[in-house]
């Protein structure tokens, strides 16, 4: 049983700075790339970050520059830095692996965890 949990999020002025964390229990978890995904009120889940097993990075175009995803291994978790937030970065944000299919990259696990609220608002 794969567990996935979120932590880290928060109310945030324009401009300020927060570090989520996914701590992932039950998988391999270095074996796996992973992603950090995010859901604002009335929109569809959107993936916004992805690091490969070896390191590889990749963004998506609206927070590329200002988020930075790592990860530690040894701690099975996954982290996503975000600096210069926007009130557009307002979302639920949540981990999951991801598989790599068909030139896309896919959810691995159905069941999500709790998510962590991010709250970009003067």
């Known amino acids: 049983q794969v567990q996935l949990v979120e932590s880290g999020g928060g109310l945030v002025q324009p401009g300020g700075s927060l570090r989520l964390s996914c701590v992932v229990s039950?998988?391999?978890?270095?074996?796996?790339?992973m992603g950090w995904y995010r859901q604002a009120p009335g929109k569809q889940r959107e993936l916004v970050a992805s690091i490969t097993n070896t390191g590889n990075t990749n963004y998506a175009e609206s927070v590329k520059g200002r988020f930075t995803i790592s990860r530690d291994n040894a701690e099975n978790t996954v982290y996503l830095q975000m600096n210069s937030l926007k009130p557009e970065d307002t979302a639920a944000y949540y981990c999951n692996a991801l598989w790599w299919v068909r030139g896309s990259w896919l959810a691995v696990y159905d069941d999500w965890g709790q998510g962590t609220q991010v709250t970009v608002s003067s």
């Open positions: 039950g998988s391999r978890f270095s074996d796996n790339a």
